[in-house]
T-cell receptor, first 109, second 120 residues
Framework: DAKTTQPNSMESNEEEPVHLPCNHS???????IHWYRQLPSQGPEYVIHGLTSNVNNRMASLAIAEDRKSSTLILHRATLRDAAVYYC??????????FGTGTRLQVFP | GAGVSQSPRYKVAKRGQDVALRCDPISGHVSLFWYQQALGQGPEFLTY????????KSGLPSDRFFAERPEGSVSTLKIQRTQQEDSAVYLC??????????????????FGEGSWLTVV
């Protein structure tokens, strides 16, 4: 099974940037790195994905290490609505996303 | 709405009862997934359909679990003779393309809100 390692929890204050790290040392050259988040009582929600280059979208930025063994999800200005569990995933088999336990992000006003 | 729709949202079943959980994927989406999420855990893969074909059922925990998607759109997850350990949120997800089109992919997957099953 694909294996990613994330901190169990992180905290941030509102309006501050948040850097959520992920290690994926077993990743192969063709595996995408996906980030999903899950707000309370909801299904997971797509955040961003990338292969080799850093990626930006309206929700976040994804910084991928040159060796691809780690990545960082960057929320530029955390809001209370960003409080969620953030999952870092890579999908070596292509037909499923293998979730770990993720990082629980708390955002304080 | 245009998202993945699941029903019922909440189900309480007596142990031994059969349950059926329905998923309406986003219209036109080829791929459909079922996941099981226990309290405090990440979602765990159960099964995958590409159109009406069930290509991967490696995550189904026992032969009491059965999924179908007969016309390549709506899917049903059936659990026979429910046990207390079946209590979980069952998540359905869909994506536009099939894996054969993308290979190892950056395919975005859209999740429903889940069906919360409690077995008493």
């Amino acid at each position: 099974d694909a294996k990613t390692t994330q901190p169990n929890s992180m905290e941030s204050n509102e309006e501050e940037p948040v850097h959520l790290p992920c290690n994926h040392s077993t990743i192969s050259g063709t595996d995408y790195i996906h980030w999903y988040r899950q707000l309370p009582s909801q299904g997971p929600e797509y955040v961003i994905h990338g292969l080799t280059s850093n990626v930006n979208n309206r929700m976040a930025s994804l910084a991928i290490a040159e060796d691809r063994k780690s990545s960082t999800l960057i929320l530029h200005r955390a809001t209370l609505r960003d409080a969620a569990v953030y999952y870092c995933i890579h999908d070596p088999e292509g037909d499923k996303l293998i979730f770990g336990t993720g990082t629980r992000l708390q955002v304080f006003p | 709405g245009a998202g993945v729709s699941q029903s019922p949202r909440y189900k309480v079943a007596k142990r031994g009862q059969d349950v059926a959980l329905r998923c309406d994927p986003i219209s036109g989406h080829v791929s459909l997934f079922w996941y099981q999420q226990a309290l405090g855990q990440g979602p765990e893969f159960l099964t995958y359909f590409q159109n009406e074909a069930q290509l991967d059922k490696s995550g189904l925990p026992s032969d009491r679990f059965f999924a179908e998607r007969p016309e390549g759109s709506v899917s049903t997850l059936k659990i026979q003779r429910t046990q207390q350990e079946d209590s979980a949120v069952y998540l359905c997800a869909s994506s536009l393309l099939g894996i054969s089109a993308q290979g190892v992919s950056g395919n975005t997957i859209y999740f429903g809100e889940g069906s919360w099953l409690t077995v008493v």
